[in-house]
């Protein structure tokens, strides 16, 4: 489990195809946020999806990716990722988490759970919701790292 102020050491996905992906590795030098959510989350596709694809649209030094985790042992599938949005591409990139290890590996409150990670590697903060306080909390977690 990854603590606040403390160094991440990888965090590990998978792609559409099956690949393990280490997002530390991928996007090295760069700040990540993360939003760890799930399909049938709707706060999720709702209001915390949205909200990603505007943070990155306004943050271009921040990395943001998706991680779409299970807590069954339902295969998911790029189509399914897919069905929640209006356009055919990906708004940003979007990983899986099968058998939520990485939403076990950030102590998750549930979906969505938002994981900056600063360039160097250091868990910046990690905040549950997309109600307007989670928000809130994200968008000034955001101006302490830029």
Same mark, same amino acid.
């Given at each position: 489990?990854?603590?606040?102020?403390?160094?991440?050491?990888?965090?590990?996905?998978?792609?559409?195809?099956?690949?393990?992906?280490?997002?530390? !590795?991928?996007?090295?030098?760069?700040?990540?946020?993360?939003?760890?959510?799930?399909?049938?989350?709707?706060?999720?596709?709702?209001?915390? %999806?949205?909200?990603?694809?505007?943070?990155?649209?306004?943050?271009?030094? %921040?990395?943001?990716?998706?991680?779409h985790t299970?807590?069954?042992?339902?295969?998911?599938?790029?189509?399914?990722?897919?069905?929640?949005?209006?356009?055919?591409?990906?708004?940003?990139?979007?990983?899986?988490?099968?058998?939520?290890?990485?939403?076990?590996?950030?102590?998750?409150?549930?979906?969505?759970?938002?994981?900056?990670?600063?360039?160097?590697?250091?868990?910046s903060r990690?905040?549950?919701?997309?109600? !307007?306080?989670?928000?809130?909390?994200?968008?000034?977690?955001?101006? !302490?790292?830029?």
């Amino acid at each position: 489990m990854n603590k606040e102020n403390a160094a991440v050491d990888s965090i590990l996905v998978q792609d559409f195809n099956g690949k393990q992906i280490d997002l530390l !590795e991928k996007y090295h030098g760069k700040a990540i946020l993360a939003i760890i959510y799930n399909n049938q989350c709707l706060g999720c596709t709702g209001r915390a %999806i949205p909200l990603a694809y505007e943070l990155q649209k306004e943050n271009k030094e %921040i990395q943001v990716v998706g991680i779409h985790t299970s807590f069954n042992n339902t295969e998911t599938t790029e189509i399914d990722i897919k069905s929640i949005f209006t356009i055919d591409e990906l708004p940003f990139p979007i990983y899986l988490d099968y058998g939520h290890a990485v939403y076990d590996q950030f102590d998750s409150a549930g979906t969505p759970q938002w994981v900056l990670i600063t360039k160097e590697g250091i868990l910046s903060r990690s905040i549950f919701g997309s109600q !307007e306080n989670a928000q809130n909390r994200l968008m000034y977690a955001l101006e !302490e790292l830029v």
